[in-house]
């Protein structure tokens, strides 16, 4: 079964510093990724997502993400945080067989971004 | 366009009580998901529903009963709720094909005490 590791429980950082919050998952023949951020209380919003191409994946909010598949990693970046992006980020891997595209999600990782 | 919607947003039980826990989707998508989150433990799956008419357990199905009544609306239910059962929980419907996104109602927060 597909599983997802995210080591950084908090991440605490200075507002304009960069980030990288981390994620490995366990190897599958093909895999889908994903990061979603929850900001307090409410649901969970797609950041960007890895299906195929090139391994760096661009998302919305200046996000970024660089799938590694020797490391069975796919970490995300961003150059330059903003107190706005305080929330929650989750990883997530779903193998993409059958009709359900379901997702399993890593524990998450709370960004908190200081002035 | 609501997306995915879910009733209610609060709910407080106690012990033994039931409940059921609603959610309609208007974007015509086939499968709909109940996750549960907890602090530290990220989202686990509860049951799934793949198309109208079927249903799948998922990762902590134990407590738990669904119903998936058409295509829009898929709903979760608690026949004697237990404290273990506080958690927030999530209706989620991806969309069709491989590798598509997911859509998140805005979660209903359950207290059991």
């Known amino acids: 079964a597909q599983s997802v590791t995210q080591l950084d429980s908090q991440v605490p950082v200075f507002e304009e510093a960069p980030v990288e919050l981390r994620c490995n998952y366990s190897?599958?023949?093909?895999?889908?990724l994903f990061w979603y951020v929850q900001y307090p209380n409410q649901g969970l919003q797609l950041l960007l997502k890895y299906l195929s191409g090139s391994t760096l994946v661009k998302g919305i909010n200046g996000f970024e993400a660089e799938f590694n598949k020797s490391q069975t990693s796919f970490h995300l970046r961003k150059p330059s945080v903003h107190i706005s992006d305080t929330a929650e980020y989750f990883c997530?891997?779903?193998?993409?067989?059958?009709?359900?595209?379901?997702?399993?999600f890593g524990t998450g990782t709370l960004l908190a971004v200081q002035p | 366009n609501a997306g995915v919607t879910q009733t209610p947003k609060f709910q407080v039980l106690k012990t033994g009580q039931s409940m059921t826990l609603q959610c309609a989707q208007d974007m015509n998508h086939n499968s709909m998901y109940w996750y549960r989150q907890d602090p530290g433990m990220g989202l686990r799956l509860i049951y799934y529903?793949?198309?109208?008419?079927?249903?799948d357990k998922g990762e902590v199905p134990n407590g738990y009963n669904v119903s998936r009544l058409n295509k829009r609306e898929f709903s979760l239910r608690l026949e004697s709720a237990a404290p273990s059962q506080t958690s927030v929980y999530f209706c989620a419907s991806p969309g069709p094909g491989r590798g598509t996104e997911a859509f998140f109602g805005q979660g209903t927060r359950l207290t059991v005490v």
């Open positions: 190897s599958s023949v093909s895999v889908y």
């Open positions: 529903s793949a198309s109208e008419g079927t249903t």
């Open positions: 997530a891997v779903s193998d993409g067989g059958g009709a359900t595209n379901k997702l399993i």
